[in-house]
């Protein structure tokens, strides 16, 4: 007979598990002990929170579940954090924790009891509020089905979080013989099957984008979580049909392709806003349709009234939520897209010469600057010009995401991914470690102050596990975006904190950049680095984000609703 933790361990190597996120604490110390016999890889971090990011991103980049395990008092607290963007970003994740049982203490004023009795807190149901599902199992056999259950859920329909609490001694019990119901094998247990729109529905959908004028595709991290980017591009040249794409959705379509014209919504591309509220048929796919993508519904920009909506969705939910669909594709992405490339087919004389004109809004007089303080826009084509199609960027939230998103030009597909599910400060300097633990590009992440500090310490887990990412810090000494709506608010400025020296030691390579001429040269440096690399970037904090790049329908409904 075997032990819980143990057949927990050869259920995720059954899976093909490959890292596991987490940080010691409670009874997730009996699995940590087990998986010190396996060949998963435990990345361990500082805290819970950065090992949330990393189990987040790996999710959202190899669409398989990325693992976090930990104490349940912090992976309910700390590490909500990569819960809810994968919740919210649709990111496939399981989180294996504990409930800090004490079997007959737990009622007798209890120490970080978290199953819900009287004196403790109620894990379930935190989790509850940010996960897909849960599970709470009691005994050796409904710990293990609950198990294959997690992996299951988390990628059948729209991905994101689910979480199993292992329950006191049932992790240590031993696993019974024969027992009723049986546990199945994981393979079969967690089979998901995928669906795809009906042929009425394609055949809609399809004389509607071949009779359109101007027919335009809204790309959205539905085509991440499918990968299904040849056949984006497929469509889009079927039906000579320009493409943009939501803020989740950047770098679904290379930004460089002829029929790209960049990124919509309230601090996208002016021109790629304007294509959208030019076409006479819009195709959304896998896109919901945030406030931030629809300039907070601006009247002008989006009108079911005048234009044909076809809505592609993993979910008959989403379809037609914000705003009325005309046509409804339901089913994974890649299927409705594969559908609707050998059902028809469509010509106009204008997508090529508007997607080229949207997108010239890439580039600004601004990214040429020889002005010191160095301005975002100059620090971000320096960024722009060291990454290829071998590069992955990590954006974080606040001011830098948005000069990221319009003078980044992505090169290639799944090159570029941003905190932009919940948004949360913080994300992009442990999803950089991630991506460059768990795959073989270069890595390049991009934050403000504010949020670099918050997860600095992940610069040491780069170092401990031999990576080496380059992270560009920003830096404005304030909480810019706050500070730039109002600087008598209380709280946005930072003290100057020199980060290339507290880099150094954690073991990393330290460099402040204050003179455009050197930024070029540092950051090819850093980048071809077998060390990972930080780079201080003095910005100038003069250059209003809101000012420069707020859309014209945003400035339609007034402004800022960050």
């Not at 403790?120 to 050796?140: M, N, Q, V, Y």
């Not at 931030?292 to 939520?321: V, Y």
Request: net charge negative.
């Amino acid at each position: 007979m075997t032990t819980v933790s143990t057949q927990i361990v050869r259920t995720l190597e059954d899976l093909d598990v490959e890292y596991l996120f987490g940080y010691p604490g409670g009874r997730a110390i009996e699995l940590l002990e087990e998986l010190a016999h396996s060949d998963i890889e435990v990345v361990r971090p500082r805290d819970e929170r950065e090992a949330s990011v990393m189990a987040e991103m790996y999710g959202r980049y190899h669409q398989q579940p990325g693992v976090l395990t930990g104490q349940g008092p912090w992976i309910g607290s700390l590490g909500a954090i990569g819960q809810m963007e994968a919740r919210l970003g649709s990111s496939p994740m399981v989180a294996i924790t504990e409930a800090s049982e004490r079997g007959d203490y737990s009622t007798l004023a209890p120490y970080q009891q978290a199953r819900g009795d009287y004196g403790g807190f109620s894990l379930p149901k935190i989790l509850d509020g940010i996960t897909k599902e849960w599970w709470f199992p009691r005994t050796a056999n409904e710990t293990l089905r609950s198990l294959q259950l997690s992996f299951k859920h988390a990628t059948a329909g729209r991905p994101g979080p689910t979480a199993v609490i292992l329950d006191g001694d049932a992790v240590t019990s031993e696993v019974p013989e024969g027992d009723v119901p049986p546990v199945w094998s994981p393979d079969r247990q967690t089979k998901n099957w995928e669906s795809g729109p009906t042929d009425a529905d394609v055949a809609a959908a399809a004389d509607a984008l071949a009779n359109a004028d101007r027919p335009v595709i809204i790309a959205g991290n539905g085509v991440h979580v499918s990968q299904c980017y040849d056949e984006l591009q497929a469509v889009a040249e079927s039906y000579d049909a320009v493409v943009a794409t939501s803020y989740l959705g950047k770098s679904t379509i290379p930004e460089t392709h002829e029929r790209a014209a960049g990124v919509i919504g309230s601090f996208g591309h002016e021109g790629a806003n304007q294509v959208v509220s030019e076409a006479d048929t819009l195709l959304v796919v896998g896109c919901r349709m945030n406030p931030m993508d629809t300039n907070w519904q601006a009247e002008s920009f989006i009108r079911p009234d005048e234009q044909t909506i076809i809505h592609a969705d993993i979910d008959t939910r989403n379809a037609g939520w914000v705003y009325p669909a005309d046509v409804g594709l339901i089913g994974d992405a890649g299927h409705s897209l594969a559908a609707l490339v050998t059902a028809g087919a469509g010509e106009n004389g204008w997508a090529l010469d508007r997607a080229a004109e949207a997108r010239e809004d890439f580039h600004v007089p601004e990214c040429d600057s020889d002005q010191s303080p160095i301005l975002p826009q100059r620090a971000v084509q320096a960024i722009s010009d060291v990454v290829d199609e071998d590069t992955i960027v990590t954006a974080d939230s606040g001011n830098n995401r948005f000069w990221l998103l319009n003078y980044l030009q992505t090169p290639a597909v799944r090159t570029y991914f941003g905190s932009g599910g919940v948004g949360g400060m913080g994300w992009a300097t442990p999803a950089a470690v991630s991506a460059a633990i768990t795959t073989d590009k270069d890595v390049v992440a991009v934050a403000g102050d504010g949020g670099f500090t918050m997860t600095m310490t992940s610069v040491e887990t780069a170092v401990e596990y031999g990576v080496a990412p380059t992270f560009v810090v920003l830096n404005d000494t304030s909480l810019g975006m706050v500070r730039q709506m109002d600087d008598s608010i209380p709280g946005v400025e930072f003290h100057d904190t020199d980060f290339a020296t507290v880099v150094e030691g954690f073991g990393a390579e330290g460099i402040r950049v204050t003179d455009p001429d050197d930024l070029d040269d540092r950051l090819a440096e850093a980048k071809a680095s077998d060390v990972p690399t930080v780079l201080d970037v003095r910005i100038d904090r003069e250059p209003d984000m809101v000012e420069t790049l707020q859309s014209s329908f945003y400035a339609e409904v007034g402004g800022l609703h960050e």
